[in-house]
């Protein structure tokens, strides 16, 4: 089943085994992190994202994917906004 939401990414990688990836392709990438790659503001929401369920990312660019890793089972918590 294709990945179109990050409430389903975020499930499928909260199931990640510790040391497994998941690789998504730039085309899901872009939908969920828009406008995608190459842009640092994806990036960055893609990072924290990955990082709030223990995973890192790599971005693969021959590939034209994505890869998250499961790195932890204790995912860092997500950071409040300063108001």
Request: charged content about 20%.
């Amino acid at each position: 089943m294709p990945i179109t939401t990050l409430a389903h990414l975020s499930e499928l990688l909260q199931r990640l085994p510790v040391g497994q990836s998941r690789a998504i392709p730039y085309s899901v990438y872009q939908v969920l992190f828009p406008p995608g790659e190459p842009d640092e503001g994806a990036r960055v929401l893609a990072f924290r994202f990955a990082g709030e369920r223990g995973c890192v990312i790599e971005n693969q660019p021959r590939a034209l994917q994505v890869v998250f890793t499961k790195k932890t089972s204790h995912p860092v918590a997500p950071r409040e906004k300063a108001s």
